[in-house]
C-alpha cells in the first residue's frame, strides 16, 4: 500500500476522533491551565518534568538532569550541534560519523553505534513531547530551548518508544502573552557565526504566536593537500540553518499549540583521516599530523532539508484532571557522501605502504540519498490528586517509512553519475503501537509509591533491491519481516527522610523491537534480531539543604539487557553484521552536585562511574586491518565475551562556575567556565589497542558585561585545544575521526 494512502488511512479516524472530542468538550467550561512547563529551577531549586507533569527533582524516583538557563547558554555558544550535550550529564556520550545529521546516544553504556539508517537506537530524543525515531531526525538544532532533561534508564511507560536506556527531553519555549524577544549573535573561530533568535506577539485575548531561528555557519577549515581526485579543496564547513513557528491558544481550560518547524543544512560530511594512529600504541597520533589538513581523492558532499509538524492540545476537566493529545509528522531527505577510506595513497601502489599518514588499502567512496518519514500520535490523560491518588493513562501509535539509496563511486571521469556503480534501494516501514497507564499513591505523608505499565507491539518490513559490483554472489531483491511485543513497567518508592532531603528505589524494564539489518554489500546479508529486554534497579538519594542553595543527588544502579542488539561493523571489510549478544550487564554510581554558596556564585558538579560488560562466549566479529587486537582470536576472529560496550567510558565528569556582579547603576560584570572529561572509550565490539579512544578533556570559558537588556561577551570552546580521536573505521587502514579544535569568540546579546 502507497505510504501517502496508508497515512490517509491512519490519520482520518484519529483527527477526525480528536475534532469530535474537542467540540464535545469545548462546550464545558473549567478553569485555565497553562500548557506543561519544561524544567526550571525556581529560587534554588530544580523543578523538571520527567513524570509528564511539573514536580520538583528531589521527588521525582528516576535518575534525571536538568540543563537549562545561563549553563545552556553557554554549552551551545561555539556553533555545536546536539553533540555539546556529551559528558555534560552523568553516564551520557554522543557520538557521530556523518558529522551533524546523525547523532547516537548512549546513556550508561547502552546505545548502538550501527551507522545504517534503519538502525534501531535505545536512547530516545523527545523534541517538544514528539518522540524521534530516526537518528537523523534527531539531528534537529537545538535552539530558543527552556530547558534539557536527561532521563537515565528505562522509560518505558511514558515515553513514546525505544527507551530502554533513557530519554533526552528537549523542550522549546513557549508563546505566552508577554511581547518581545531577543538576538544572541557571536562571531569566531574558523568564521564560525551563530545567530539565534526569537520574537513573542500576544495577537488576541489568549492567542500569541512565537517564532524562532537559527543560523550556524563555519567555513572549511580543513584543507585537502591530495593533487588529484574529485574531493573538495577544502572540508569541515557548514551551514545549518533552522526556524520553527508556534501558535498558542488558551480558553478556559482549553490549550492549544501549532509547531511548524524546518531545517536546511549544506555541508560537508565527517572527515575520515587514514593511518593517523600509530601502530602498536594507545591511540596515539603519527607525529606528522596535522588536524588541519586532510589527503581524499573521492566525493565529500553533504546536504539535509527536514521539515516536521505537530500539534499539541489538551484540556482540563476541573476535580478529574487533564486530556492531552500530540499528533506529529516528521520528514527529512539528506544526501551524504564520503571519502570512507579517508586516503588518496593504496597500499597497491606504488611507494604507498600501509601505516603511513594517508595511505589506505583500498579506495572506498560511499553515499547515498535517505528519506525517513514518521507519523505519530498520543492520546493521555492525566488525573488530579485524588486524595493523594494521581494516575495517568492512555494509547501511542508510530508509523514510519525509510528508503534510501545506497551508492558507490568508484572514481573514474570526476563526474558522479558518470562513477557510479552501486545503487542499492533500501524499502523500510516501521509500525508501533502502544497502551499504557500509571498511578502514583501517596501512603504516608513520608512514602510515595509509583507503578506503571506498558504493552507495545512492534511490525517491521524491509525490502532490499537495486545493483552492485560488491555482491559477492547474493541475489537480489530480498525481503525480511519481524514482529515483536512486549510488557514492560515500572515500580519506585519515594520516602522523605527529612521535608528537604528524599530517598528512593526503582526497578524498571525496557524493550526495544526486533531489528533487521540490511546491509548487503561486501560480504554483508540482511539479518535480524530479537526484541532485546532491560530490567534495570536503582536507588539514591536526593536533597536541597541550605535553603535550597544546595541541590544534591547520589544514584546507584545495575541494569542486565537480554539478547542485546549489536553491529559487528568493519573488520577485514566494509560490512555489517547484526548479532544478538545473550546479555550484558552494567552497574554504577552518579552523582551530581548544584550549589550556589553567596550571592552571584553558582558551582555545579557532576559525575559517574559506568562499568558494562557484554557476557556471550559464542560471538566472535572479525577484526580490524594492521591493528593491535587484544582479545583471544579463534579462526581469525575475535571472541568479545567479557568486554566493554562500544562508546561506553568508565568515568565522566562535569564541572561548572559561574559569578557574577553588579558593578554600579545596574552594570554586571559575569564569568562563567564548564568543563567535561570523559575516560577512555572503545570504538568497537572487541578490543585493540590503536581503537581505544584517549580520555578527553574539553573546556569553556565566557566572560563579558551586561546592562539592562544588553550583554556583550568573549567566550571559549574547547579552551586548551586538546585534540583527540572520538571514533574510528578498521577495515581499511588506521582511520579515524577528531572532534573540533579550539573555537574563540565574541557575542552580543540584546532582547526588546
Known sequence: MAYSNRLRIITRPLLGGMAFALLTISAGTAQAQDTQPAATEDDGEIVVTALRREQRAKDVPVAVTAIGGEKLDTLNSGGQDIRFLSARTPSLQVESSFGRTFPRFYIRGLGNTDFDPNA???????????????P??????????DSVEVLRGPQGTLFGRNTPAGVIKLDSAK????????????????????????????????LSLRGSGLLQYRSDWVTNTATSGVADRKLEGYNDRAARLQLGYTNNGFNLLLNFHIRDLVGTPRVFRAGIFQKGSDNRFVPNFDPSKVALDGYTSQSLKQWGANARIDY??????????????????????????????????????????????????????????????????????????????????????????EYNYFQGTGQRGADRNQDIFHDNSNENWGVFASGEFKATDALTLRAGLRYSSDHKHDRVSGFSPNLFGYVLPVRAEVRGSAVTWDASATYAVTPEINVYARVATGYQGPAIQDRVTFGSRQTTAPKQNTISAE??????????????????????????????????????????????????LEGELDWRPLAGLVLTASASYNFTEIRDPSISVGVCNNCTVLDPIVSGRAVINGNDLPQAPRFVGNLTAGYSHEVRGGT??????DW??????????????EFRGRPLLEGG?????????????????????????ISGIDFNNLTGMINDPRIIGGAVKFKF
Request: proline letters at 3%; one cysteine or more.
Open 120 to 134: 534501531a537506537q535505545p536512547v530516545s530524543v523527545v523534541y517538544d513531547d514528539v518522540a524521534l525515531e530516526n
Open 136 to 145: 537523523m531526525l534527531k539531528s534537529f538544532p537545538v535552539f530558543d530551548l
Open 175 to 206: 508563546p505566552n502573552d508577554v511581547g518581545g524577544g531577543y538576538v544572541n549573535a557571536s562571531y569566531a573561530t574558523y568564521d564560525t557565526i551563530n545567530i539565534e533568535g526569537a520574537v513573542n506577539v500576544p495577537l488576541a485575548e489568549g
Open 316 to 405: 482540563h476537566f476541573e476535580g478529574l484532571g487533564t486530556l492531552y493529545s500530540v499528533t506529529a509528522f516528521e520528514k527529512a531527505v539528506v544526501e551524504s557522501t564520503g571519502d570512507i577510506d579517508g586516503g588518496n595513497c593504496y597500499a597497491f601502489l606504488p611507494g604507498c605502504t600501509l601505516g603511513n599518514l594517508n595511505v589506505a588499502a583500498f579506495p572506498v567512496n560511499t553515499g547515498g540519498l535517505t528519506q525517513p518519514e514518521e507519523f505519530s500520535q498520543e492520546l493521555r490523560f492525566a488525573s488530579e490528586d485524588m486524595n493523594g491518588v494521581r494516575v495517568q493513562g492512555g494509547v501511542y501509535y508510530f508509523y514510519q517509512t525509510l528508503t534510501y539509496h
Open 539 to 588: 536507588g539514591g538519594i536526593k536533597g536541597a539543604l541550605a535553603d535550597h542553595s544546595l541541590n544534591f543527588a547520589v544514584t546507584g544502579y545495575w541494569f542486565r539487557t537480554d539478547d542485546l542488539q549489536i553491529t559487528a561493523v568493519g573488520g577485514a571489510s566494509n560490512s555489517a553484521r547484526l548479532l544478538s549478544a545473550d546479555h550484558a550487564v552494567g552497574y554504577g
Open 668 to 673: 554586571v560584570l559575569f564569568i562563567y567556565t
Open 676 to 689: 567535561a572529561y570523559r575516560s577512555s572509550i572503545n570504538y568497537f565490539l572487541y578490543d585493540s589497542k
Open 701 to 725: 570559558l565566557r566572560a563579558g558585561i551586561r546592562y539592562g537588556d544588553v550583554e556583550l561577551s568573549v567566550f571559549g570552546r574547547n579552551i586548551t585545544n586538546q585534540i583527540r580521536s
